[in-house]
Nanobody
């Protein structure tokens, strides 16, 4: 599966952004899907994931209640709605896919990656 993320930008703290990830080559519903983010000098950090059937979601603690991950199987798109953004949410956001059933919050367990999209939140 090929993945392409988009929707990043520069926003003020407290504002919202919605990231999109377009999948091609295979149906999105074949994979668990996730979002990770990375800042220079740090490892890629887990943000959110959803199981292939959409029934299980997982978030890192720092985004719970503010971010929402949602797949649109009909359009083969994955979204990450980000509300109440904070400066510490700044980073390059990547979408990822895996055939594993478990939503492992470690980049090493995810098989397919899109290019990143930059999110910058100013205070």
């Amino acid at each position: 599966v090929q993945l392409q993320a988009s929707g990043g930008g520069v926003v003020q703290a407290g504002e919202s952004l919605r990231l999109s990830c377009a999948a091609s080559g295979h149906p999105l519903s074949n994979y668990a899907m996730g979002w990770f983010r990375q800042i220079p000098g740090k490892e890629r950090e887990f943000v959110a994931a959803v199981s292939s059937n959409g029934e299980t979601v997982s978030y890192t603690d720092s985004v719970k209640g503010r971010f929402a991950i949602s797949p649109d199987d009909a359009k083969n798109l994955l979204y990450l709605q980000m509300n109440s953004l904070k400066p510490e949410d700044t980073g390059v956001y990547y979408c990822a896919a895996t055939s594993r059933r478990s939503l492992v919050p470690s980049a090493a367990f995810w098989d397919h990656w899109g290019q990143g999209t930059q999110v910058t939140v100013s205070s």
